[in-house]
């Protein structure tokens, strides 16, 4: 299994760009989503899917779309990227246990937006 | 608001020590609480997960314990290693439905290892 991969590992941009960030699993799990981590700050939940064909929002939602027309894809779209947008994207899968969600990250997408 | 705050913000020690990190959330409803550890570079990697009835879990050098009632966590590192240099991430797991889905991440404590 390769897990949870995303590409690409980094990224630059310039402001008003569009670009896709994306995330695969091989896992088979239903659940997926994609984070930001800041400097100093916690990982941010933007968008999750609890299975195909089913998003929602997180905590941090503003400028970015999100799809998910397999279990194993999972692609973040940034519309129209912003300096603000500049980050570490993490995607993570995962399952449910009982009241336990086990969940697997990726390594990471680092984007740069000028 | 549910938040959760890990202390203390970052930690040296020298190889063979041990060393326990804390973390305080205010989440309710309380459905799962998660240790990771996370590399520079490196997305987290999961060390622990306990449900309301479980105090403590361990996972080799790696301990931690929960007081659901004081809504504390502690994540003990027992004779430490030059690998175990890495951000230890607290993620608490609960919302207005009960659900397991909708995390709330700490801040992180940053422990550096000396040999």
């Known amino acids: 299994n390769a897990g949870v991969t995303q590409t690409p590992k980094f990224q630059v941009l310039k402001t008003g760009q569009s670009m896709t960030l994306q995330c695969a699993q091989d896992?088979?799990?239903?659940?997926m989503s994609w984070y930001r981590q800041d400097p100093g700050m916690g990982l941010r939940l933007i968008h999750y899917?609890?299975?195909?064909?089913?998003?929602d929002q997180g905590e941090v939602p503003n400028g970015y779309n999100v799809s998910r027309s397999t279990t194993e894809d999972f692609p973040l779209r940034l519309l129209s990227a912003a300096p603000s947008q500049t980050s570490v994207y993490f995607c993570?899968?995962?399952?449910?246990?009982?009241?336990?969600?086990?969940?697997?990250f990726g390594a990471g997408t680092r984007l740069s937006v000028l | 608001k549910n938040q959760v705050e890990q202390s203390p913000q970052s930690l040296i020690i020298l190889e063979g020590k041990n060393c326990t990190l804390q973390?305080?959330?205010?989440?309710?409803?309380?459905?799962?609480l998660r240790w990771y550890k996370q590399d520079t570079g490196r997305g987290p990697v999961s060390l622990t997960i306990?449900?309301?009835?479980?105090n403590t879990k361990s996972n080799g050098r790696y301990t931690a314990t929960l007081d659901a009632d004081t809504k504390q966590s502690s994540l003990h590192i027992t004779a430490s290693q030059l690998s175990d240099s890495a951000s230890y991430i607290c993620?608490?797991?609960?919302?207005?439905?009960?659900?397991?889905?909708?995390?709330?991440f700490g801040r992180g404590t940053s422990l550096i290892v000396h040999p």
């Open positions: 993570a899968s995962s399952y449910s246990r009982g009241a336990k969600n086990i969940q697997y």
């Open positions: 896992m088979n799990h239903e659940y």
């Open positions: 899917s609890v299975g195909a064909g089913i998003t």
């Open positions: 973390c305080n959330y205010t989440v309710s409803p309380f459905s799962n």
């Open positions: 306990m449900t309301f009835s479980e």
């Open positions: 993620v608490v797991s609960g919302g207005p439905a009960g659900g397991s889905y909708i995390p709330t």
